[in-house]
């Protein structure tokens, strides 16, 4: 069974930076870690689960939901079978549980922010919190 972990999770004042690490091993006979995409993912409380970010496996398609457009940055070491998110300059509404997940895609499921359906395989999260 694929197994996905998140780090990097904290809290952090409004305008500050964290960088998530998603490790992904235990992959099905056959397969290579860079086959598929991962996407991450935010759940606020009360609120549904939202992509933010997708890399495909070759990193040739990165994707980025408009709400963190221009603040949060993903990339992958294949190599490490870990994927990055960089945010800056958080916002206390980008407060939530960020998951990474990956399907059986080679590109990203579009649109990302309601693409959470369409994959099989999660992590356990890690905690933003963004307040002052």
């Known amino acids: 069974q694929l197994q996905l972990v998140e780090s990097g999770g904290g809290w952090v004042q409004p305008g500050g930076s964290l960088r998530l690490s998603c490790i992904f091993s235990?992959?099905?006979?056959?397969?290579?870690?860079?086959?598929?995409?991962i996407t991450w993912f935010r759940q606020a409380p009360g609120k549904e689960r939202e992509g933010v970010s997708c890399i495909s496996g070759s990193t040739d398609i990165i994707q980025y939901a408009d709400s963190v457009k221009g603040r949060l940055t993903i990339s992958r070491d294949n190599a490490k079978n870990t994927v990055y998110l960089q945010m800056h300059d958080l916002l206390p509404e980008d407060t939530g549980i960020y998951f990474c997940?990956?399907?059986?895609?080679?590109?990203?499921?579009?649109?990302?922010?309601?693409?959470?359906?369409?994959?099989?395989?999660w992590g356990q999260g890690t905690q933003v919190t963004v307040s002052s």
């Open positions: 997940a990956r399907g059986r895609f080679r590109g990203c499921v579009l649109p990302i922010e309601q693409s959470a359906a369409s994959y099989p395989y």
């Open positions: 235990n992959f099905t006979s056959g397969e290579s870690s860079d086959d598929y995409a």
